[in-house]
């Protein structure tokens, strides 16, 4: 079966370095892959969508990337700030039926002044 | 816009209780979902709705059911409340369904069953 890997160690570094998070997965091949952010107590939030024949996919401060020979993407947060501490999911389309999203378990990411 | 709303945000139930937890959203949206979210584990879908008058099992339907009331509404139904549901449960919807919809995502309820 499918399998979604995330590093469930929290990730913490300084402000304004950039923060690198990794998503891999097996048994899989994923037309889409998407990246959520989600705060303590809240639901997760849609940051990005990159699709398997994208390489790159970048929104302001952010940035992701799909390598489908690795089956691994990863997912960047340049100039870092304290307010980017969160966790952060990626999720890619299902192989079951409906082509339904799977998630996987998020990294928490904190940034220290 | 309220985006997605769920009621209650908390609940405390005995084992062997039932209740119904509530999803709305205001987006006029096709498809709903349900998941819920456990440490270490993620985000699980128990079911979900792909349009209006359609159900579908997700990865851990087993103890739930769901009703699609109308196009706004999706409700989750727990007939008989044991500890192993002890979760927090998130109510989503998209434009329609698959992976390459946004999911939009309510605030969840913490359900805790004693």
């Known amino acids: 079966s499918q399998k979604i890997e995330q590093n469930s160690e929290a990730l913490n570094i300084q402000e304004g370095k950039t923060a690198t998070l990794t998503c891999n997965y097996t048994n899989y091949s994923p037309a889409y892959l998407q990246w959520y952010r989600q705060d303590p107590g809240r639901g997760p939030v849609f940051l990005l969508l990159i699709r398997e024949n994208e390489k790159e996919k970048r929104k302001e401060r952010l940035k992701v990337t799909f390598d489908t020979t690795l089956k691994q993407s990863l997912f960047h947060i340049t100039a870092s700030q304290p307010a980017d501490s969160a966790t952060y999911l990626c999720a890619l389309d299902g192989s079951n039926a409906g082509n339904m999203l799977t998630f996987g378990g998020g990294t928490r990411l904190m940034v220290k002044p | 816009n309220a985006g997605v709303t769920q009621t209650p945000k908390f609940q405390v139930l005995k084992t062997g209780q039932s209740m119904t937890l509530q999803c709305a959203q205001d987006m006029n949206h096709n498809s709903m979902y349900w998941y819920r979210q456990d440490p270490g584990m993620g985000l699980r879908l128990i079911y979900y709705s792909a349009s209006e008058g359609t159900t579908d099992k997700g990865e851990v339907p087993n103890g739930y059911n769901v009703s699609r009331l109308n196009k706004r509404e999706f409700s989750l139904r727990l007939e008989s409340a044991a500890p192993s549901q002890t979760s927090v449960y998130f109510c989503?919807?998209?434009?329609?369904?698959?992976?390459?919809?946004?999911?939009?995502f309510g605030p969840g309820t913490r359900l805790l069953v004693l």
């Open positions: 989503a919807s998209s434009d329609g369904p698959g992976g390459q919809e946004t999911q939009y």
